[in-house]
């Protein structure tokens, strides 16, 4: 199965490269729904495609804004674009623009997006004639469901499901909570999550409002719980899915590298085999409580939240260049001489090991036990394999 991860910036993307991805999704400045993840300009496009294929990975970039009339202007040119840059899919929510693509692009593989709420064959079978080549499920399908489609479809069409990450509570993600509290339109990409806020309860003649207690930090009734497949893994390729998403363009560089290489490694143990080293990896990006979604039959209570984001490490730095005898670091938070820091590495040698950090040299030449300037670089010599783009963490 291919394992796809999210890139809402450059980093990002190497990143996942770096730590195992199959391809990246991603969007340009125009129709996706993460207006606010950085995100790529034209000509970034082309040069993300480039890496990406140099690699030998694949790049999808997301057209899957719900679209008014007005968001086709503009659009024949920006698909030229795609063509020319060599994407490897577009990701489409909109019925019109998935026909406009087939018009005006029709060289282009579109991959139908979760918002287009496709949970049935003959949803799927419509998309399938007009030349989509790739169905994203709609994440309340079960496993049940997602395999007697498959089987109606035979390889006419893809199945890509999500596999880890932040769940909407609306329907496949078509929220409108975001645009009645704040004018922000979810659909156009400028969530601004709702959902994830502190409610409470009134009754419509009373004044006084009335929080509905769960834990010590109060109720979250609208948040539901993150995505966590990663002990299901066979189970979901039995019924037919070949492309595992993971969701998180707003996301750091930090939660994409953690969570693509536990996947990753995941993916390359027999029978898909999730240890515990490995589900214990997930813990340390942030996250919400874990579940297992609509995938295994679960009441749909089960899918709600009741408490904020935990992880149980942080992002201290990153490999950006090697010295004979030693490595160049990237500070990402406060770090000093005589810290155990745990590496996180798509090398299986290093990966999970701890290092005690010793006197660094910083850019002026000079001896530091203290690493606290943003983005601060220093030099610190190490016989470890480490490679470019391999992190330090530490227990929070």
């Known amino acids: 199965m291919e394992l796809l991860a999210p890139a809402g910036n450059f980093e990002k ?17 125009r129709f996706g729904l993460r207006a606010f993840a950085g995100n790529f300009s034209d000509d970034e496009i082309i040069e993300a495609i480039n890496y990406l294929h140099k690699h030998g990975k694949k790049g999808y970039i997301t057209l899957n804004i719900v679209a008014n009339d007005e968001d086709f202007a503009g659009l024949d040119e920006y698909l030229d674009l795609l063509v020319k840059a060599g994407v490897d899919g577009v990701i489409v929510s909109d019925l019109g623009v998935v026909s406009f693509i087939r018009t005006h692009a029709p060289s282009l593989n579109v991959h139908v997006s979760t918002q287009a709420n496709v949970n049935n064959y ?10 989509a080549t790739r169905i994203v499920l709609a994440r309340e399908m079960n496993l049940k469901q997602i395999k007697a489609m498959h089987e109606k479809l035979g390889e006419s069409v893809e199945l890509e499901a999500f596999v880890h990450g932040a769940m909407c509570i609306s329907y496949s993600g078509r929220c409108l909570l975001s645009n009645y509290m704040t004018g922000r339109e979810s659909n156009h ?4 999550q709702a959902c994830r806020w502190k409610y409470a309860i009134r009754e419509v003649n009373r004044k006084d409002e009335y929080p509905i207690e769960e ?25 037919g899915v070949v492309s595992l998403k993971i969701e998180g363009r707003m996301k750091s560089a930090y939660y994409v590298a953690t969570v693509v290489n536990a996947y990753r490694q995941v993916l390359d143990n027999p029978n898909y085999e999730a240890t515990s080293e490995l589900t214990r990896e997930l813990e340390k990006a942030s996250h919400r409580q874990y579940s297992t979604g609509f995938y295994l039959g679960a009441k749909d209570k089960e899918y709600l939240e009741d408490s904020m984001p935990v ?31 745990e590496i996180l590495s798509p090398n299986k040698d290093i990966f999970n090991k701890n290092i005690l950090i010793k006197d660094m040299i910083d850019e002026k ?6 690493v606290k300037g943003v983005q601060q670089r220093v030099k610190l010599e190490t016989d470890l394999p480490f490679e470019i783009g391999d992190i330090l963490r530490k227990k929070v």
């Open 311 to 341: 992880q149980t490490h942080e992002f201290v730095a990153v490999v950006v260049d090697k010295f004979d005898g030693g490595v160049v670091l990237e500070q990402r938070n406060r770090f000093c001489s005589g810290e155990e820091l």
């Open 13 to 29: 993307l190497m990143t996942a490269v770096h730590f195992g991805a199959d391809a990246v999704y991603f969007s340009g400045k």
């Open 215 to 239: 834990d010590e930090r109060g109720t979250y009734i609208l948040n539901s719980k993150d995505m966590n497949m990663i002990s299901h893994l066979k189970e979901m390729e039995e019924a």
């Open 189 to 192: 990409g400028a969530c601004v």
């Open 122 to 131: 003959y949803s799927a079978k419509v998309f399938a004639d007009m030349g």
């Open 365 to 370: 030449g000079e001896v530091i036990t203290d």
